[in-house]
């Protein structure tokens, strides 16, 4: 069983910033591409950042130049920085990890989500 734990939403004011942690945990062989997702209330969710293993990544066109996503192999983890906060960026954060188990199976794990809420 793979856990990832999220941490770093808070409350914020427009054009401020915040960064966003996820740690993985558990028995897995490797780890491909994490994600950062969001759900705003009563709005679909939403793909905002992707990175590979190798480092590649993607942003949505309502993130780009304002966010960036890394990660820590070593440590399994995946940060989101996210700068020039707006009120349309409030929403629930989600980290979703490509796990691969020893063994070779794979599966999506999910955190429970951090809350980031900006004000204007």
């Known amino acids: 069983q793979v856990q990832l734990v999220e941490s770093g939403g808070g409350l914020v004011q427009a054009g401020e910033s915040l960064r966003l942690s996820c740690a993985a945990s558990?028995?897995?062989?490797?780890?491909?591409?994490m994600t950062w997702f969001r759900r705003a209330p009563e709005k679909e969710r939403e793909s905002v950042a992707t990175?590979?293993?190798?480092?590649?990544?993607k942003y949505s066109e309502s993130v780009k130049g304002r966010f960036t996503i890394s990660r820590d192999n070593t440590k399994n983890t995946v940060l989101l920085q996210m700068n020039s906060l707006k009120p349309e960026d409030t929403a629930d954060y989600y980290c979703s990890a490509h796990v691969i188990l020893p063994g070779g199976k794979s599966y999506w794990a999910w955190g429970q989500g951090t809350r980031v809420t900006v004000s204007s």
């Open positions: 990175i590979t293993s190798g480092g590649d990544t």
């Open positions: 558990g028995r897995f062989f490797s780890i491909n591409d």
